[in-house]
């Protein structure tokens, strides 16, 4: 690899020497529009020749390699219009040229109304239209027009996507039907590292949308963009520095309706120009305070001897408060006209406080097996089961706040440049990014007792129901253990590239280079459990310690659902655990040792494309990807019975070569057909490849991970027709389908033998699948009708299939992730100030994690949200604006085996939000 990348290194310096030798001239500019805003995806074309480009996110373009002469040059932009302006090309020299798109010749004047009515749709669909890859674009003005908060939320619009929630909020992405750990998620261009702490999944909910000026959903990448992308790959654009002066911002607040408590909601975008506009500066700032919660209750059935009955049963009740912080920084420099430095950063925080009151009844399969049970009526019984109350929380001090606090922290920075020596473009940077989770003094106390008569109802399993027979004996359970733990992640990455491109004729561009992706992550996790010294003075029961009743008559999952009466979270975190005198502490190595590892994953990368030009139709790219991985694992051996703890290593490497080739064909000037095929991997997550073990010969129980495990390759095949609406707007219709091998999976056998663990076992552990197929349609309809209204709608069907499953072979299995529909609508209505929104959105349910047999399946139930907005002009540059969130109360559900029995159900109830917005420029 060494000797390669000298070769690169030295071609490069060749190439970059001999620049100046193949002298031509260069035309550089600028489109914006008539409020001084960039254009970015405006077509850019010279008339009469194959010489042509489309804007960047600065609305910036760049021509190399062009003869002596004067040329004609036309700018083209959805609901623009189009301009053409002359410009005279001198050999050896950049001409600068630059196009002011006047309101006044826009097409659909007669739909523009206050600011950025469709300013938005417009510069989304431009560099939708103009892009070579097959993408969906969302603008930050188009976010805006949505009530969405945050990153994951706006992503749920997109056409194929689906998010999973977490405390009703979007946070884990699906595209097509392909899990979180199938995608990647890179901040103008790089990967975003992960604060989880055992796979590769990005926290969508962690990044607000106002902080982010583009999303691109690339669905088929290029050879130049990294390969971890089987379902697609999410590309974060944050702010550019402005052409002028520029002053916005957002004050909010609202209500969520399940707690009744208020939301507290800021921001601010200052940027402009300096030092004759060779220096731009754009600061955006962020703040959101939210008080929530959901109320939620959990199942797991069991397949008794008597039929199908629960084998352990929650109420869980969540008080969260979230704060989220973020800021962004951009700079860029014109050092001259062909060459550019810029410096980015980004910083996202997000506390979350959290107490959690769990009323757990346990070990009813026992009761059921041996007919310990009476039948009261149909469905519903009497019998005994172990019944636990245990309180979260945490240290009681100014920063903790007597609850489990769970502190995440992303950042990066960017610096790099753009450079143009004549005919040779070269493009570089350097990122170091870290993600990190803490959660420290997070404690837990529970009262346990076994034996307790409950009353079981499984009338309609949709809402089963397991509870003491006697309410009033909850203050009568038994003390079982007080617990303190800290939780430490981290996920640091050094990344770099350099990117060369270099017309090789007047139809084509030569594009090659290379990256480099290096990562450290580690888990630091410990436990320790506390016996009080004096358990009677401390209280035996759950009525001798200061407790509260947490059963809420308006629980939102069922008034049946009383979680009871638990240990205050204040007490709970005034206690002194530390002190000897009080208590004796066990540190637990069960609950964290299996878990602890580090690793570092270094990943370099070299491509080399071509961007061919056949005729002012016709146009492809084809190239070859080089991906090398090499991976260094450090874990655990624990063996259960002893208590003992032995380090052990594992290494891997591979290269995958990923050839690709894209189409695009352009019938008439709005319309666009596409074809793609590409080779993409996903790597397994970090923890399925540390090489740990947690084995009990006394239990005949083995867990480990796989350092054997293979990345996931896909091949996939894309097609997309597109139609463009001068008067703004979309129509296209398209298919895909994916070839996937070595996917991963978890597994468990029975009467496993196992050389340095025993016989007979119960074996789990990650292991490669066979293949999958997935594959599907998309269409989407954006529209304006009758000059005040608006649809935005798009479909997405997908269905996949698996083979190669251990002991699952001969049943019809799907991929997990993948939801069969998808289906996003909105109808808006607009006049000169007031505009209106309605917007659902639809995922049906989907297998999300395979069970040892059917029965034991998890699936993620089908989600419909209704969201409404609506804001006001007081002025061109003030509104108002009110937005309601989650109007149909959707829980986070899913459900086991069939959709009638209830696994878990999570409600969060809508929240509203009223405020102002400002936009104040030069």
Known sequence: MKKHLRLFSSLALVILLAGNAWAQGVLKGRV?????????????????????????????????????????????????????????????????????????????????????????????????????????????????????????????????????????????????????QLNSVTLNGERIPSAEGDNRNIQMDLIPSDMIQTIEVNKAVLPNMDADAIGGSVNLVTRQAPNSLRISGTAASGVNLLSNKPIWTGGVILGNRFLNDKLGVIFSGSYNNHNFGSDNV?????????????????????????????????????????????????????????????????????????????????????????????????????????????????????????????????????????????????????????????????????????????????????????????????????????????????????????????????????????????????????????????????????????????????????????????????????????????????????????????????????????????????????????????????????????????????????????????????????FDLVPYAAFSIEDEELERGNPNLKAATSMNIDLMAEHYYDRVGLFSFGGFYKDIDNFVYTITTQGFTDPLFGEDLQYSRPENGGTALVYGLETSFQRQFFKNFGVYLNYTFTQSATTGIEDRENEDLQLPGTAEHMFNASLSYENERLVVRLSVNYASDYLDELGGEGFEDRFYDRQTFLDANASYAITPKWRIFAEGNNLTNQPLRYYQGIRARTMQAEYYNARFNFGLKFDLFE
């Open 32 to 180: 914006i529009d008539a409020e001084n805003l960039s254009l970015p995806g405006a077509n850019v074309v010279l008339i009469g020749t194959n010489y042509g480009t489309i804007t960047d996110q600065k609305g910036d373009f760049s021509i190399a390699n062009l003869p002596e002469g004067l040329y004609e040059v036309r700018v083209s932009y959805l609901g623009y219009g189009q301009l053409s302006k002359p410009v005279e090309i001198q050999a050896g020299a950049t001409s600068v040229l630059n196009f002011g798109m006047d309101e006044e010749a826009l097409q659909a004047a007669e739909f523009i109304v206050f600011g950025d009515r469709l300013k938005g749709q417009a510069k989304a669909l431009n560099q939708q239209k103009n892009n070579a890859n097959i993408t969906n674009i969302v603008s930050s003005d188009q976010i805006g027009r949505f009530p969405d908060a945050n990153v994951g939320d706006a992503l749920k619009r997109i056409p194929g996507i689906t998010m999973q929630n977490d405390q009703g909020e979007a946070r884990n992405i699906i595209i097509r039907g392909m899990a979180p």
């Open 298 to 686: 959990e199942a797991v059935w069991y397949d008794s001897d008597n039929g199908v009955v629960l084998e352990e049963f929650d109420i869980r009740e969540y008080r969260v408060q979230r704060v989220r912080r973020s800021a962004t920084l951009a700079l860029d420099y014109a050092l001259s006209p062909n060459h550019t430095l810029f410096l980015s950063g980004m910083y996202n925080h997000r506390d979350d406080w959290e107490n959690r009151f769990r009323m757990r009844v346990s070990r009813l399969d026992d009761a059921f097996d041996d007919g310990d049970f009476t039948q009261i009526s149909a469905d519903v019984y009497q019998t005994v089961g172990r019944v636990e109350f245990q309180t979260k929380g945490g240290l009681d001090n100014d920063r903790i706040k007597a609850t489990r606090l769970e502190d995440q922290r992303v950042y990066n920075i960017t610096g790099g440049g753009k450079h143009l020596f004549n005919r040779l473009q070269m493009d570089w940077n350097l990122t170091y990014a870290k993600a990190s989770e803490e959660r420290p003094n997070e404690r837990y106390a529970s009262y346990r007792s076994s034996g307790q008569d409950v009353r079981v109802d499984l009338s309609n399993p949709r809402f089963p129901l397991a509870i003491l027979s006697n309410p009033a004996e909850n203050l009568n359970i038994g003390f079982n253990g007080l617990s303190e733990q800290y939780s430490y992640t981290f996920d640091q990455d050094v990344n770099g590239r350099l990117d060369f491109k270099l017309p090789y004729s007047d139809k084509g561009i030569l594009q090659f280079g290379f990256r480099y992706r290096g990562k450290v992550k580690e888990r630091d996790n410990n436990f320790y459990e506390y016996e009080p010294l004096d358990e009677e003075g401390f209280g035996a029961t759950l009525g001798e310690v200061p407790n509260s009743n947490y059963s809420n008559p308006n629980y939102l999952a069922g008034s049946q659902y009383a979680v009871g009466r638990f240990m205050d979270p204040g007490f709970l975190g005034s206690l002194d655990l530390t002190n000897a005198g009080l208590f004796d502490e066990s540190d637990v190595l069960e609950e964290y040792a299996p878990g602890n590892y580090n690793a570092t994953e270094n990943i370099t990368g070299a491509y080399l494309m071509a961007d061919h030009q056949f005729s002012t139709k016709l146009s492809a790219i084809a190239g070859l990807r080089m991906e090398h991985t090499a991976i260094d694992y450090t874990g655990n051996i624990f063996d259960i019975d002893n208590e003992t703890i032995s380090s052990v290593s594992g290494d891997q490497s591979y290269t995958n070569f990923l050839p690709g080739i894209h189409f695009k064909y352009d019938p008439t000037a709005s319309t666009v057909l596409r074809f793609a095929w590409t080779n993409t991997i996903a790597r397994p997550n970090y």
